[in-house]
């Protein structure tokens, strides 16, 4: 296995703490190596976006440590976490969130505008972004004038733009199509193939299937976590 990537240990997430509390992440372990390709699948209610959003730094635990990269980010501000957010990671959610009045460049360059890209070097990724995922015919349509998997991939070629290490796709074909999802599913087993982390989270096992190795959460707890023999040869 390469490096480590994340490294989490102990790790538990509570709201409301006292009676009433909600353990949304109880005592969780987990690292995953730089390249791999995992899933992790739950229901709704299991933790699974809770721990999504403590991998990728959009929320911090109530106790435990956390390791990104080699930084301990348990213990870091916000501005901090942004920074790494920003540098790390590329998120694919399931509701696109694309700015409906930018075309489809637009919204890939949008991010990088915050990071301070230069404008030349801005256009070249954002083509790129979307060549890679085959909307270079589609870099002026708006979201409205796209079907619901070019959007996705519009959403993908944000994320990707950057090259972050890291892709953490929150139930990316949650709101497409067979036909649509299978094409999403490739795309990130492409991206994987030229080296990137991918995380993808669903509650679908069809879907948890398509990567190299599933870790089940039920009840904020890590319940399985197994190398899947098929996807090893694909």
């Keep these: 296995m390469g490096e480590i990537l994340v490294d989490m240990s102990d790790i538990c997430k509570i709201y409301n703490p006292g009676e009433?509390?909600?353990?949304?992440?109880?005592?969780?372990?987990?690292t995953i190596s730089r390249g791999e390709f995992v899933a992790i699948i739950g229901q709704s209610g299991s933790g699974k976006s809770t721990l999504m959003n403590m991998i990728g730094c959009l929320d911090v635990p109530t106790s435990g440590r956390y390791i990104l990269s080699g930084s301990d980010v348990s213990?870091?501000?916000?501005?901090?976490l942004s920074d790494i957010r920003n540098r790390e990671i590329g998120f694919i959610f399931?509701?696109?969130?694309?700015?409906?009045?930018?075309?489809?460049?637009?919204?890939?360059e949008l991010p990088l505008i915050y990071r301070g890209v230069g404008q030349k070097e801005r256009h070249e990724l954002s083509e790129n972004a979307l060549r890679k995922v085959g909307l270079e015919k589609r870099m002026t349509h708006r979201?409205?004038?796209?079907?619901g998997g070019q959007q996705q991939r519009v959403?993908?070629?944000?994320?990707?733009?950057?090259?972050p290490p890291v892709i953490l796709a929150d139930e990316p074909t949650g709101n497409l199509d067979s036909g649509s999802s299978k094409e999403i599913l490739q795309i990130?087993?492409?991206?994987?193939?030229?080296?990137?982390?991918?995380i993808l989270i669903t509650h679908d096992n069809g879907i948890a299937a398509?990567?190299?190795?599933?870790?089940?959460?039920?009840?904020?707890k890590i319940v399985e976590d197994y190398l899947n023999e098929d996807q090893g040869n694909a």
């Design 20 to 30: 009433n509390e909600v353990r949304a992440l109880d005592h969780v372990d987990l």
């Design 75 to 80: 213990s870091l501000s916000d501005d901090e």
């Design 94 to 108: 399931q509701g696109f969130n694309l700015i409906a009045n930018l075309t489809a460049k637009e919204n890939v």
């Design 143 to 147: 979201p409205s004038e796209m079907s």
């Design 155 to 163: 959403a993908i070629a944000r994320a990707i733009a950057q090259a």
């Design 188 to 198: 990130l087993k492409e991206l994987h193939k030229e080296g990137r982390t991918v």
């Design 210 to 220: 398509q990567a190299a190795r599933v870790i089940r959460i039920i009840d904020g």
